[in-house]
């Protein structure tokens, strides 16, 4: 089955920093690359994803690159603010939506904290 | 549209009871995941269910662990004689269609405490 692993497990940079989290999958049949964000004792919630036939996804000062070659992804946050401080988790799934595909596995998490 | 909810949002239960925590997915919702989240890792994924099926069931402990998704009703998932290592949050997600372009949503989870 899928194996999803995400680096580093820690992450704290000072506000207005740049931050880039790194997660690896094993199975090449996976299409869909969701990342998460948590608030403590809340639900996850999507911020941006990936779909295989695409390499790079921007949203705001979010964005999403995908090397399938090398199955590896990553989340780039450009001028952090403290709100950012969250776990934020990387999934992949080999289908988007719904079905046996869609069922997604994700990464440990990675705890950022912006310094104000 | 509530989104997709979850009860209890706490549960405690003492060691030997049984626990149920229920999904009502989003209106028009007819796909239900469930995924467990153990204290700093990551969500595993438990089961998916469509209404009165269980269509994937490869995350679920062999034992002691059900889950459904009736016709009329919310989702329970189910869990016998809880241990202590079953203490983790459990979370839905529901979906409408597997037409390959609509996200799951997550509902707020279940933190199940066993004393």
């Known amino acids: 089955g899928e194996n999803v692993e995400q680096h580093p497990s820690t992450l704290s940079v000072q506000e207005g920093d740049s931050a880039v989290i790194k997660c690896t999958y094993s199975?090449?049949?996976?299409?869909?690359f969701p990342w998460y964000k948590q608030e403590l004792g809340k639900r996850p919630q999507l911020i941006i994803d990936i779909r295989s036939n695409v390499g790079e996804k921007k949203d705001q000062r979010i964005a999403v690159t995908l090397n399938k070659t090398a199955k590896h992804f990553s989340l780039h946050i450009t001028e952090t603010q403290p709100e950012d401080s969250a776990v934020y988790f990387c999934?992949?799934?080999?289908?988007?939506?719904?079905?046996?595909?869609?069922?997604?596995?994700f990464g440990k998490g990675i705890t950022l904290s912006v310094r104000p | 549209n509530a989104g997709v909810m979850q009860n209890p949002r706490h549960l405690v239960r003492r060691r030997g009871q049984e626990a149920r925590l229920r999904c009502s997915p989003m209106k028009g919702h007819s796909h239900v995941y469930w995924y467990r989240q153990l204290p700093e890792e990551g969500l595993k994924f438990m089961v998916y269910l469509q209404k009165e099926n269980i269509i994937d069931e490869s995350g679920m402990p062999k034992e002691r662990f059900s889950a459904e998704f009736p016709k009329e009703g919310p989702s329970i998932l189910r869990i016998q004689q809880v241990v202590r290592g079953d203490s983790a949050a459990y979370f839905c997600?529901?979906?409408?269609?597997?037409?390959?372009?609509?996200?799951?949503?997550f509902g707020q989870g279940t933190r199940l405490t066993v004393v």
């Open positions: 199975d090449s049949a996976s299409n869909y």
């Open positions: 997600a529901s979906s409408p269609f597997a037409d390959g372009y609509t996200e799951a949503f």
């Open positions: 999934a992949a799934s080999k289908e988007l939506g719904a079905g046996a595909n869609s069922k997604l596995t």
